[in-house]
């Protein structure tokens, strides 16, 4: 054999992936000629949020410590106010009730009805200690309850200019 030609060496590991022989024949023509070296593998370092900790860890308490740290965890529970009205009150009261909103330990809520409205607000006591109970301590001070929006006269096809009001419109 001619010096001009090297002699390419068996693969130790016939099983190996034929695509890598490729691409390692590829690369040992681009290298001028150098003999095939065989690649290393990588070894798996661990991750650096992770620190020196190997066992692994639930994603619950993960999302939770997140939570806390940008401060999160009283807007989410703000929200359970919302999704979780029907559990907290019950079926009954839910059916009748909306919550409308909550800003500073104020719940709004609004009722079907004028019935509904004094009932919840006869409840509204135990309401906010069952809310406070889910929620955290101290996180709703009180219950808003307001009945259904009456209709309004003030503009329309039944408006008259001077008049007082809706009363002048039943005669």
């Known amino acids: 054999m001619p010096d001009d030609e090297q002699q390419v060496e068996p693969d130790p590991e016939p099983d190996r992936d034929p695509l890598d022989l490729a691409r390692r024949i590829a690369d040992s023509y681009r290298g001028g000629g150098q003999p095939i070296q065989p690649r290393r593998q990588r070894t798996a370092r661990p991750s650096p949020r992770r620190g020196d900790r190997e066992d692994p860890t639930d994603l619950a308490s993960v999302l939770g410590e997140v939570l806390r740290e940008r401060g999160w ?7 359970r106010v919302f999704s979780d009205w029907a ?6 009261v839910a ?6 909103g909550y800003e500073d330990g104020v719940v709004s809520v ?5 019935a509904w409205a004094k009932q919840l607000t006869l409840l509204a ?5 069952r809310l406070n109970e889910e929620l955290g301590d101290g996180s709703v001070l009180r219950v808003d309850v307001r009945g259904p929006q009456a209709p309004s006269w003030v503009k329309g096809k039944r408006t008259v ?3 007082r009001g809706p009363r002048d ?3």
């Open 161 to 163: 200019r001077g008049s």
């Open 169 to 171: 419109t039943y005669g």
């Open 95 to 100: 059916q009748h009730s909306t919550v409308e």
């Open 73 to 79: 965890d009283e807007r989410l529970a703000a929200q």
């Open 87 to 92: 559990s907290i009150v019950g079926p009954e």
């Open 125 to 129: 006591p135990r309401v906010v200690a």
């Open 110 to 114: 609004r009722t079907t009805s004028t």
